[in-house]
């Protein structure tokens, strides 16, 4: 499994902004297909929001898209979930992840293609 160390929740007023890191083993943000899952409590834990080891292919969640946008530096080895315009409904634990394979992507990722998570950051969004 890679190592991935999540960073950047906070609480924050609705209609703010915050911007999550997730910083990777090296060589993994350049190799793997990542992405950002969230969980509320009593609620399964979804995807956000994943991009592909080239960048070429990006995916997002109806919820969050035109709100949230996810980049990569493969020189730091760091994951970003760039989050504006958050609602209260955003308030979840997040979670970086790592596809299961190297150099594969798929256009309509799911849970069941990541095999490493981060332990998560607290984003607490309040009305």
């Known amino acids: 499994q890679e190592q991935l160390v999540e960073s950047g929740g906070r609480l924050v007023q609705a209609g703010g902004s915050l911007r999550l890191s997730c910083v990777a083993s090296e060589g993994t943000v350049s190799s793997y297909s990542m992405g950002w899952f969230r969980q509320a409590p009593g609620k399964e834990r979804e995807l956000v929001a994943s991009i592909a080891w080239d960048a070429v292919m990006t995916y997002y969640a109806d919820s969050v898209k035109g709100r949230f946008t996810i980049s990569k530096d493969n020189a730091k080895n760091t994951l970003y979930l760039q989050m504006n315009n958050l609602k209260p409904e955003d308030t979840a634990a997040y979670y970086c992840?790592?596809?299961?394979?190297?150099?594969?992507?798929?256009?309509?990722?799911?849970?069941?293609?990541?095999?490493?998570w981060g332990q998560g950051t607290q984003v607490t969004v309040s009305s």
């Open positions: 992840a790592a596809y299961r394979i190297q150099y594969y992507a798929t256009s309509s990722p799911s849970r069941i293609d990541f095999g490493s």
